[in-house]
T-cell receptor, first 113, second 115 residues
Framework: EAGVVQSPRYKIIEKKQPVAFWCNPISGHNTLYWYLQNLGQGPELLIRYENEEAVDDSQLPKDRFSAERLKGVDSTLKIQPAELGDSAVYLC???????????FGQGTRLTVV | AQKVTQAQTEISVVEKEDVTLDCVYE???????LFWYKQPPSGELVFLIR??????QNEISGRYSWNFQKSTSSFNFTITASQVVDSAVYFCALISTSGTYKYIFGTGTRLKVLA
């Protein structure tokens, strides 16, 4: 069974440019998470989806970040415009349910210069 | 508020030594779930264990064991006879069942197992 797939693995952009990350969760997993992980820190939740509904986006900086999960499967996370402080690893994870173990992708390492 | 504390930032042990990673959590809920994840150098977090708040039995899986004590709000992880392949960052996490089921991670403990 395929795991959570994220792309791209690495992205370097100049500040003020837009960037988008894509996530394909494990088939059948209704719950999808986007996390941000800074160096030496634990993952911090940005947004959680149950099917296509964003049930927790309280930590998402909505002035520049947006996310969508069309048809309750794939998801994209967008930053526009990017700032230097957005440099981090962006992790996507999926779970069969909101209280279950999460399966993580390999992440996208974003560098904003 | 929910919180997970992993006070040990980094631990180094020599191969075959036993090592315990500490995790202390805070929650006001009576129903919650605790997790441990491993993040090897490749970067992908790997699920290790999930426990609910009503099951305080210790669990053993091969060289791994977990000690859950509600009285001290701790969920510690022990690796017996450590191996170089155990070198990774280990994260403890909590989901409380009130509110929006927020998945909260600790800051992680980096384990270095030296040959």
């Amino acid at each position: 069974e395929a795991g959570v797939v994220q792309s791209p693995r690495y992205k370097i952009i100049e500040k003020k440019q837009p960037v988008a990350f894509w996530c394909n969760p494990i088939s059948g997993h209704n719950t999808l998470y986007w996390y941000l992980q800074n160096l030496g820190q634990g993952p911090e939740l940005l947004i959680r989806y149950e099917n296509e509904e964003a049930v927790d986006d309280s930590q998402l900086p909505k002035d520049r970040f947006s996310a969508e999960r069309l048809k309750g499967v794939d998801s994209t996370l967008k930053i526009q415009p990017a700032e230097l402080g957005d440099s981090a690893v962006y992790l996507c994870a999926s779970s069969p349910g909101s209280l279950g173990e999460a399966f993580f992708g390999q992440g996208t390492r974003l560098t904003v210069v | 508020a929910q919180k997970v504390t992993q006070a040990q930032t980094e631990i180094s042990v020599v191969e075959k030594e036993d090592v315990t990673l500490d995790c202390v959590y805070e929650t006001r809920d009576t129903t919650y779930y605790l997790f441990w994840y491993k993040q090897p150098p490749s970067g992908e977090l790997v699920f290790l264990i999930r426990r609910n708040s009503f099951d305080e039995q210790n669990e053993i899986s091969g060289r791994y064991s977990w000690n859950f004590q509600k009285s001290t709000s701790s969920f510690n992880f022990t690796i017996t006879a450590s191996q170089v392949v155990d070198s990774a960052v280990y994260f403890c996490a909590l989901i409380s069942t009130s509110g929006t089921y927020k998945y909260i991670f600790g800051t992680g403990t980096r384990l270095k197992v030296l040959a």
